[in-house]
Every structure is written in structure tokens, then in C-alpha cells.
């Protein structure tokens, strides 16, 4: 006999997560087994960044942190089991599976459905809803089948309205939005901040039509495509329609079990989240709390703990109300709302800035003193509601408007809010809890997330941690060795400014000591990126690492890897021929890198130039495997050969590669080229990856694999052959410029001041007025490209270290072995070392 | 293979007047005798910051000119086996200093040894071991060791 009590949750989404979280951290004697229910085949993710789950695809990437309780025997999960019955008087619940689970507390956490208005012909194959990772999958098969910039019809232009419109501009369609209600985001934002939303959505080349509602869906024989009827009798082809108008209730199993449910929907609680029957809570979407429930995850949480406090009797918790503010960053466009936007208190005051030109609209919501601050809509720029939101019920330490004018400080400045200010409401973490972490010593963002749970749930505050950090007077040493106390970047000024050509000279005045194997390299490929000398002139061969001194890829025994360079990953039948006679006869271990490329492994440093020889004339250069520098463009077939094509993306792919090649940067760069949103060529997760449309081609940055795998974001889209070649140009050289030394463009990006809107800003609006500079030091160095290899081979003196023993140049590494008994080649270590240990 | 007992201990002067003709190198214990002195090659071959490997019968090493103070050669002389990777790559690695030892970084892994007592800075359980180095009628010569057994 189990003297455990039962606690079974119905629902795993994210309160239902919070929930068992909230349980089990509390519940540290184990006096309660938990039983979830999880009707969905994944356990709990991220709903409320669903859309990101749009490009990935990937379900992992969308879990929440500890949501398969994998190493708590005392949480019992059942993945696609539901609830379908509950018998309150016996306190027992039955199971889709069969099973019935009797119980001490049951928590219903079953969120909500999604509405779809009575629309004739709503039941449509090609019509949706946007609530799961399983709706998501299903729009993007159809939203496939219909090809890039196919329309897409949104019903619904509220929050999550425009979440799908984003959905499907992401997947490479043309969205209509189609809202009842005169403006979009009827429930957040005025009439005024509704106009100058629909303006900057419109601009990025959606449709909006608003006050209008969805009459009618059929099948269009003619185009193939759905023909949408709207209350005005307009009729809008779509290949596929997106009900997103708003979400009720998922309260169909309460109601049947007898549960008091609230007019609009909604099983009816207390504030301690209590329901009319005895052991029964509700929690998030579906609690009524008082009537009136609540679509936002930080009132869901809320719910979750006081739950988890009654049920253990631990104390008396109540519901408090919640806070509806929302700060989003829809279709790129800022939209933030809080307190009382719509200023319903008596007496309040509003004080409006619009401004059509920058678009962009603020408002500020006072009491009548003037002074307090209620709530307020921001459109276009958000940067303020960072600490704007925070001193809702408070004084405002300035003048109101001075807060929302153009150009003026956004907000108050963090330093003034009050200790007890909530900088992350979704977790409930003040500025004191995260100043005091700091105290303690954090000094990252990561730190931060870890030791409070601030921004570890929309990300939303992470801006204002990341300030609060600055302004504690953390600092990371940005130095880049016991020799140079400056970060790369500065090294790249100082070389750019003083026109240094030397290690040497950069050292005597800007450094201590003689350097080492960290600045060495670093200022070596500044001054490679600096001009077009070979890297072996001169001094500047003593400060190759050994890849670049040897033009080559060391490998662990010693021996390198050659790769020659074939550009979009185009290579010809006699090429192929020299590369395996090459492999053949120098008996090398061959493979094809994930770069579309071949790697010749095993190759003894005085093989090296005698290799080349032969790949050099058969008309092949260096590839740059070994280098900090462009390695690959990655393309797919492209609209040359395939079926679905729309643009010639091998093409592209050469043209870039040849470009490129030869750039050191401060860490690899690779490129990709995909023909259509299909995309095969995985260009979205390399730096610089170009997406053909129907429209021209997208650039997304900042992508990489690696370690921690990044997918790049979009910087522009529909671009033509030379405004994609001139955003490229610059977008690397400010990369080339500014990063850290082995700084990947993704961590660069991601630390870039200013964000993602801030580069797009200089890379395509040439805010700063370096866009020629950047141009021109990429056409320098486009000009002065020379294979390093064939240089190599022309030059006796460049030749001579590649040699075994420098006094027996006959005598091959005698320590060099290879096993190939497995039929697969591997280099055979030297025995255990013989060297002193002490 | 032989085996060095080295001692980092002994080798505090980190800068030890540069074309030392002759002496046994710094901090390692006497020499295993005899000795034989094995010409590498004419100093003007070498690359200042860089290495190079010579074979000296069965051993490698790895000898590096660090420039050339007051107008002689600076040279260095350690096993040209990286103990950590086991593999004969140290004469490609980079040159440098820490504080006020003269230093080389393994290639393979980035190990840091001192040049003078081949002690590695890193992890002191492993050492590289030192060869007496010199300019005869300018050409480099490393001593070779002869193992006592």
C-alpha cells in the first residue's frame, strides 16, 4: 500500500509544467506522487515562442528546461493520455488509456482550445489553427505544396493573429490578415497605435484588412487555391487559412464532471484556485479565477504556485490579480502595452506622441495628479517599456512626455526604478533579487538566468539585465593576452589608424613581452584582413599558427589534411580523377567534409607542396580549410536542374565563394545558398545564408552549427544580385572589424549594441555612413586575391619549410604510422610517452 | 627512448645570455655522457619566431631561433615530441613569452612550455626535454644525447 498521496494534472503545457515544478520543489519529503496527464505526444514546451518553432522544426529545440522529470521517480508523465472522465465523488479519474487514477488533489491544467468563428466551410483540409507544435507541422506541409509567396489568409488580428501572419511570412508565403474589429490589436493597443501598426505591417508587404469579418471558405477549382469571401464581399484567394481569433476555455471535461463554469467559459475558482468541488484546482487559461480568466503565462505560473501552496497546506495563498501587460516584437515590429492602456481609470489622463515619419506611436496613461503613472501603448519603439512598465502605480521621476518623446532618453533610466521593481514579470523576479545576484557574483546574463529564473521565460527583460550588469560595474577583461590589453576589435582600430605593417612594431608600442600564441595569430590575420601580402612575407610567417604556416590541417599525429577549394561545391569529372589519383598515390584517407568538399587526410608536411603541384594544375587553389577565413558556400542544385528551384543558387554560390575566398576573419565563415524556401543547402544555419524567392533572395546572418547551433536571422529580403553582393560585403566586414578574436558572427550578433535592428540599420540603411568604407575594403580585397598555394610553389623560399628533419630532408617522420587493417585509415600514436612525470 | 630528469627549479634565470657556445642547457641535470655534437644546419636557414625539426639519430628535436639580440642568434633547443598528443610537432609551434619565461605552445592542443627548462607551464607532470644548442662557423648545432645505459 502506497502511503503517497495522488496529485493527478491534467494538461501538460507550461502552467501545467510550472506546476509539478512547483510541487516538487516544495514537496521535499515526497509525500505526494504526481500524476500528469499530457494529452499532447511532447511533453511541455514552449508555447508562447511557438513561432520560433517555424525555420527549425525541431520539437527539442522547444522544450522547457526539466520537462520529462527524467531523474524524479516521484512524477509519473504519460505522454498522450488524456482525461475523460472524473468522478469528483469517488475522486478518481479515467484515463483515455483505460487507466483510473484515484486522487487526493487534482489540478486541471487544460489550457485552452482554439476559436474557430462559425465561417462556412471553417471545416476545409486546407484551413487551420495555431495552437501546437502538431498545427504548426500541418501548416507548413500545406504551406509548401503551394510554393514560396503564395498567399495566406489569417482570420484573427490580435496577439496571436499576428503571430501566425509572422508564422506564415516565415514559411515564405504572403499573408492577409482579416480582423472584425477596425484595428489590429483591438484588446492592446488604441486607434492610434492600431493605424500606425497597420502602416509598418503593411510596409513589410502584408495585407490588412480590418472591420471585416470571414463569411465564407470553398475550394476554388479554377485556381486551385481557396476563395475566401469577407463581409464586404470581397474575395481573396488563399492557398491555405489560419484561424487564429482568439482561444476559450478547454473547460469540456470539467463541465461534464459537474464543475461550476463561469458564463464566458472558464471552470469558476476561488483566488486560492480552488473549484466548487472538493480537491479540485484549476490552473492558467482554463481557471476562471472569480470569472474571468486569464490568456497570459505569468498569471498561469502565478496560479501554479498558489496551487502547489494550498494543496500542501503550506499556506493560505492568493491570486492577486494579474498583470496583462505585453511587450512584442511582431513581424519585427515593437508592440508593447501595460497597466492601463486603454485608460479606463477615472480621470486618466493620456499624453500621446505620434510619430508617422520614424513610425511609431507612445502613449503614456496618468492618474489626474499627473504624476502616477497607469499604464501606457508603445508602437514601433519599445525600448521604454523596459522601465516604463516597472513604475506603473508609481510617481514618474520625470516629465511624462519628456519619457515618450523622439530622440529623447527610452524611459526613465533602470537606475531610478525602485528595488522593488519587477524587471521579469513572467517569473516574478525584482531588480533587488537580480542587483543582489550581482552582489553575489554574477557576472553574466546566464548567471543571472540560472540563479533567479529572470529571463529564462519570454526573454523580454533580458536587455534590462543585461544593463543592470553594465551599470553594477561588471566588466569583462576584454584584453586579448598578457601582451595586449586591448580586444581585437581595438587592435583592428589601432592597425587601421596607425597603418602598423609589423608584429613587431604593433608590440613595442601598443604591448608588453614578446608575444605568444594567442596575439600572434590574432594580429596576424588583422593584418591579413588588412591587405592582400601573403601570410608567409616576411615577418609575418612567424606568426602563423602552424595551419596557416603550413597551409594545411594539422591532425593529431602530426601529418595535415589538404582540401582544395570547389567553389558552390561545383567540381568536374577530371578534377575528381586528379584528387583520387592524388589520394591513390600519397596513400591518403579521403572524406567529403559537411562544406561540399573533399578532405585528403594523412599527408606528411613534405608532401604538402607536392601535392599541390598536381591540384594546382589541374586547376584547383586552396581551399583555406586551415585558415580563419571563408571556407565554403554551400549551395543546393538550384533552378538549373531542380523542379522547384526559383533562382540559380550554384550560381550564387560560386559568385560568393569567389568573392570571399581568401578573407580572414576573426574565426571561420561559412556561407550558404538555397534555391527556394526549401532549402536544402541548411543555409540558415551558416554566417551569411541567401534564400531565393520568387521576390529575390533573402540574407539571413548569423547562423552557425558548432557548439551551441544558431539559425541566422533574416536581415533583408527580396534583394537583387548586387544589393545581396553589397549588403554581404559590408555585413562581413563589420563582422571582420568588430568581433572578438574566435568570436563566430551568432555570439558577435547576439552581442552586438543595438541588436539585430541596429545592424540591419547599418548594413542597409548606412545610418553610420561607412557603407563605402566597408565596400571598398571588400573590393581591395576581391582585387587582390592570389591563390596562397599557387604563390607557395613559385617561391623557393617559401618552399623550404616543408621539410621532415631540416638536416635529413630524405628522412620521413619516423614516427608517423598509419593502420588501414579496417579498411578504414587511422594514424597509430606513438606508445605511452616516455617522458618524465613527476 | 630516453628519459630526461629535468628541473624547472634550476633554470630561474629565464633569460639566459643569448649563443651560449658550448654550455649544457639551463635547469637540465648534467649531461648523460658522451655527448656528441650534431650539426642542423647554417643559421641563415632558420626563420626568426619559428622552428624547425633535426634528427639526431633516434631523437627529435626542435629548434627554434628566437631573433637576434645584439646581433647574435637566440637559440632554443627542446624534443620536438609533444608529450600530451605524442606526436613530433613541437618545432611548429608558436614562440612567445609568459612573464619572464621564454615559451612555446604546442600546436596540437596549445600546451605552453618554458624553452628553458622545458617544463610545462600548464600541467607540471609533463616536461619536454632540453638540448644544448650552438653556432660553429656559422652553423647550428644541437648535442645529442647518448644514453648512459
Known amino acids: 500500500m502506497n502511503a503517497r498521496k495522488n496529485i493527478v494534472v491534467v494538461g501538460h503545457g507550461m502552467v501545467g509544467h510550472r506546476f509539478v515544478q512547483e510541487m516538487r520543489a516544495r514537496d521535499l519529503a515526497g509525500t505526494h506522487n504526481v500524476v500528469v496527464l499530457c494529452e499532447e505526444p511532447v511533453p511541455a514546451y514552449d508555447r508562447v515562442g511557438l513561432s520560433s518553432y517555424v525555420g527549425v522544426w525541431d520539437p527539442a529545440a522547444m522544450a522547457l528546461a526539466g520537462n520529462d522529470y527524467g531523474d524524479d521517480d516521484l512524477v509519473d508523465l504519460r505522454l498522450g493520455e488524456s482525461a475523460t472522465m472524473i468522478d469528483c465523488a469517488a475522486r478518481e479519474v479515467t484515463t483515455s488509456a483505460g487507466d483510473r487514477i484515484s486522487y487526493e488533489a487534482l489540478v486541471l491544467a487544460t489550457g485552452s482550445y482554439p476559436f474557430v468563428p462559425p465561417v462556412e466551410g471553417a471545416d476545409n483540409a486546407r484551413a487551420f489553427v495555431y495552437r501546437t507544435l502538431g498545427d504548426l507541422d500541418a501548416i507548413r506541409v500545406a504551406a509548401e505544396a503551394a510554393g514560396p509567396g503564395a498567399p495566406g489568409l489569417v482570420v484573427g488580428g490580435g496577439l496571436l493573429g499576428l503571430e501566425a501572419a509572422n508564422a506564415l511570412r516565415l514559411l515564405g508565403m504572403t499573408p492577409h490578415i482579416v480582423e472584425f474589429a477596425p484595428r489590429l490589436m483591438p484588446l492592446q493597443v488604441d486607434e492610434g497605435g492600431g493605424a500606425v501598426l497597420a502602416n509598418l505591417v503593411t510596409e513589410l508587404g502584408l495585407s490588412v484588412h480590418t472591420g471585416v469579418s470571414t463569411t465564407a471558405i470553398a475550394d476554388d477549382a479554377g485556381t486551385g487555391m481557396l476563395a475566401v469571401t469577407l463581409s464586404d464581399g470581397t474575395v481573396l484567394d488563399a492557398a491555405l487559412v489560419v484561424f487564429s481569433a482568439g482561444v476559450r476555455p ?457 557548439q551551441s547551433p544558431k539559425h541566422a536571422e533574416l536581415l533583408a529580403s527580396g534583394l537583387d544580385d548586387e544589393t545581396l553582393i553589397r549588403y554581404i560585403d559590408r555585413y562581413l566586414m563589420l563582422y571582420i572589424r568588430t568581433a572578438d578574436r574566435l568570436q563566430r558572427t551568432a555570439p558577435w550578433q547576439e552581442a552586438f549594441d543595438g541588436g539585430l535592428e541596429k545592424l540591419r540599420d547599418i548594413v542597409c540603411q548606412d545610418i553610420l555612413g561607412i557603407a563605402n568604407d566597408l565596400e571598398a575594403a571588400m573590393t581591395r580585397h576581391v582585387a587582390g586575391y592570389r591563390d596562397e598555394w599557387a604563390a607557395v610553389l613559385d617561391d623557393e623560399d617559401k618552399l623550404r619549410r616543408f621539410v621532415s628533419f631540416v638536416n635529413a630532408p630524405d628522412t620521413p617522420d619516423p614516427t608517423i604510422a598509419f593502420d588501414d587493417s579496417s579498411g578504414r585509415k587511422v594514424p597509430v600514436l606513438l606508445g605511452s610517452p616516455a617522458f618524465p612525470t613527476r | 627512448m630516453t628519459i630526461l630528469e629535468t628541473d624547472p627549479q634550476a633554470g630561474e634565470s629565464a633569460f639566459p645570455e643569448p649563443n651560449a657556445v658550448g654550455t649544457r642547457a639551463r635547469g637540465t641535470a648534467p649531461l648523460a655522457e658522451p655527448a656528441e655534437w650534431v650539426a642542423v644546419c647554417p643559421v641563415t636557414d632558420l626563420t626568426p619566431g619559428r622552428g624547425v625539426a633535426a634528427l639526431l639519430g633516434d631523437q627529435q628535436v626542435a629548434v627554434f631561433l628566437l631573433g637576434f639580440p645584439a646581433g647574435s642568434p637566440d637559440l632554443r633547443a627542446v624534443g620536438n615530441i609533444d608529450p600530451f598528443g605524442r606526436a613530433a610537432v613541437m618545432s611548429r609551434g608558436l614562440v612567445g613569452s609568459r612573464g619572464a619565461v621564454r615559451t612555446v605552445a604546442s600546436p596540437l592542443l596549445k600546451q605552453v612550455y618554458c624553452l628553458d627548462t622545458g617544463a610545462c607551464l600548464d600541467d607540471d607532470t609533463y616536461a619536454l626535454p632540453v638540448y644544448p644548442v650552438r653556432v660553429s662557423a656559422g652553423v647550428v648545432e644541437v648535442a645529442r644525447w647518448v644514453d648512459a645505459a
Not at chain 1, 566588466?475 to 581595438?490: I, N
Not at chain 1, 595569430?521 to 604556416?549: F, K, R, Y
Not at chain 1, 603550413?550 to 599525429?557: G, I, K, M, V, W
Not at chain 1, 579521403?590 to 599541390?612: C, H, M, N, S, Y
Open chain 1, 250 to 706: 478547454q473547460d469540456a471535461l470539467a463541465r461534464t464532471a459537474g464543475l461550476q463554469v463561469g458564463e464566458r467559459g472558464g471552470v469558476v475558482v476561488d483566488t486560492a484556485c480552488r473549484t466548487s468541488e472538493p480537491g479540485v484546482y484549476a490552473i492558467g487559461e482554463v481557471a476562471a479565477v472569480e470569472g474571468r480568466c486569464y490568456g497570459l503565462v505569468a498569471p498561469g505560473y502565478t496560479m501554479a504556485e498558489i496551487a502547489a501552496e494550498q494543496i500542501l497546506a503550506r499556506s493560505d495563498a492568493r491570486f492577486p490579480g494579474a498583470d496583462m501587460s505585453t511587450k512584442l516584437k511582431l513581424l519585427g515590429v515593437d508592440v508593447a502595452s501595460f497597466g492601463d492602456a486603454m485608460a479606463a481609470t477615472p480621470g486618466a489622463l493620456e499624453i500621446v506622441h505620434s510619430d508617422p515619419v520614424a513610425g511609431t506611436y507612445k502613449k503614456l496613461v496618468v492618474a489626474d495628479d499627473m504624476r502616477t503613472l497607469l499604464g501606457g501603448i508603445l508602437v514601433g519603439d519599445a525600448e521604454a517599456y523596459a522601465t516604463l512598465k516597472p513604475l506603473v502605480g508609481r510617481e514618474i521621476p520625470a516629465d511624462p512626455s519628456a519619457l515618450i518623446a523622439t530622440g529623447g532618453e527610452p524611459g526613465p533610466g533602470l537606475a531610478k526604478l525602485p528595488d522593488d521593481a519587477e524587471i521579469c514579470s513572467c517569473n516574478g523576479v525584482s531588480k533587488g533579487s537580480i542587483c543582489g545576484a550581482i552582489a553575489e557574483g554574477a557576472c553574466t546574463v546566464a548567471d543571472i538566468k540560472k540563479c533567479t529564473t529572470a529571463g529564462t521565460t519570454c526573454g523580454g527583460c533580458v536587455p534590462s539585465i543585461t544593463k543592470l550588469l553594465a551599470d553594477s560595474g561588471v566588466e569583462l577583461s576584454k584584453s586579448l593576452c598578457e601582451h595586449f590589453t586591448q580586444s581585437r576589435a581595438e587592435l583592428f582600430s589601432i592597425v587601421a589608424a596607425t597603418g602598423i605593417r609589423s608584429f613587431s612594431e604593433l608590440l613595442t608600442r601598443f604591448g608588453t613581452g614578446l608575444g605568444c600564441e594567442v596575439c600572434k595569430p590574432t594580429v596576424a590575420s588583422i593584418l591579413a584582413s588588412t591587405s592582400s601580402d601573403h601570410i608567409l612575407d616576411g615577418e609575418m610567417a612567424a606568426l602563423q599558427d602552424t595551419n596557416d604556416h603550413f597551409l594545411a590541417n594539422l591532425q593529431r599525429n602530426g601529418t595535415y589534411s589538404v582540401v582544395p577549394r570547389m567553389p558552390g561545391g561545383e567540381v568536374t569529372p577530371d578534377q575528381l580523377i586528379v584528387i583520387g589519383e592524388i589520394a591513390r598515390d600519397f596513400g591518403l584517407y579521403t572524406k567529403i567534409t559537411g562544406g561540399q568538399r573533399i578532405d585528403l587526410f594523412g599527408a606528411r608536411v613534405e608532401e604538402l607542396p607536392l601535392i599541390w603541384r598536381r591540384l594546382v594544375d589541374a586547376g584547383m587553389e586552396s581551399g583555406h580549410a586551415y585558415g580563419k577565413s571563408l571556407r565554403t558556400v554551400k549551395s543546393c542544385v538550384g533552378s538549373t536542374w531542380c523542379r522547384y528551384g526559383v533562382q540559380d543558387s550554384v550560381g550564387m554560390a560560386v559568385t560568393l565563394e569567389r568573392r570571399y575566398r581568401g578573407l580572414r576573419s576573426p574565426h571561420k565563415l561559412k556561407l550558404g545558398v538555397s534555391g527556394c524556401a526549401r532549402e536544402c543547402a541548411e543555409a540558415r544555419g551558416k554566417d551569411v545564408g541567401v534564400i531565393a524567392t520568387d521576390a529575390g533572395w533573402n540574407l539571413y546572418v548569423g547562423g552557425n552549427g558548432g
